[in-house]
């Protein structure tokens, strides 16, 4: 047994189901363990790592910015908190954005946004419809949003005033929503809920939907984000954009940084002193952040992220059409899953032996969410390993 399994045992809280592996090192596509042994990375941190690990620009930047000034505190302004609003703005429908430093913390912003907005109107509106299966973070709030049972369970009474109904199910939503809901908070691929993507047309039947009822339509694209899907984000596939969205996971590369975008027109319900964070867009993750963009354009990295999908899908729906255990291969971009007949975690571990990191979702679906520096010989080579492993089971 490795000594820091059993040293982990006893001082942190067991919130985790941990594998029995300790990372050290990583670099590109590449993690290495406490061992020496590599991997090539299928999970990227949960769709965090897009740029790889210890990408040079992402560290020289932390590595300049911590040596001048990692923070001051939001009662200042700082440079590139400022570029990193410009640029993301620029890059999608949004006027202004509200930095934290979670995914959660972005969506607990996006539902007060939405509350606040209807409260300024002088409107009595705060239902908000979420959708089953969906993620949406783990406070209280966004909990209470979130449509998965077993994640809620002890931990009642829940925040209310939300409500859940079936995702890709246009019916349902429709006959949830009058005058009295704020919002409806959705993600235009179910991530955590098994990569889950809805029928053509259901997110610009929604957006219309909300503007029939004068609800808001949030988009939480914490794991879609950021060239995940093979656009910068997955409502570009659309024409059609929301009046909130939520960033988080990918956007610092693995520092914490989130991100809660509005229109002009409800942002204003973010007046001052309406909301805030100590930590929110500190000069050190923005930073970092900032080389994160930079080095999209620089790099292409959407649009490789995008070719890479398309390899990717197809290799693994050749292996479905070779192994009856696999029952459906789903998802765009770099954000794939695939449902076997067979317990996920099992595979997992098989993988990690053979020097694979994925992770299972829901139990029985494996997904792949790698840096969007993967390379077709590196999938080539997780592919003849999941072809041995499912001869195997
Ligand atoms: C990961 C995730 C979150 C929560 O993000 P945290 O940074 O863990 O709080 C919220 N929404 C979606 C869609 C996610 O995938």
Redesign the pocket.
Known sequence: MNEWIDREAKVVAQTYGRYPVVFVEGEGTTLIDDAGKRYTDFLAG??VCNLGHAHPKVAEAVANQAKILCHVSNLFYTRPQIELAEWLTSHCFADRLFLC???????EAAIKLARKYFYDKGEARHRILTMGR??????MA?LSATGQDKIKEGFTPLLPGFEHVAFDDLGALEAALDETVCAVLV?PI???GGVCVPEAGYLEAVRALCDRFGALLIF?????GMGRTGKLFAHQHTAITPDIM?L??ALGNGL?I?AMLATDKVMAAFSKGAHGSTFGGTPLVTAAALAVVRTFDAEKIVEKGAEMGVYFRSALEALKAKHTLVKDVRGVGLLLGMEIDADGAEVVKKCLARGQVINAVQGNTLRFVPPLIITEAEIDALIVVLDAIFSEI
Do not use: W
């Open positions: 949960i769709a430093n979670s995914g959660a913390e972005a969506n969906s993620f949406h973070g783990r406070t966004t993600e179910q991530g955590e939480d694209e914490v794991q879609t939520t988080a996971k914490p989130g």
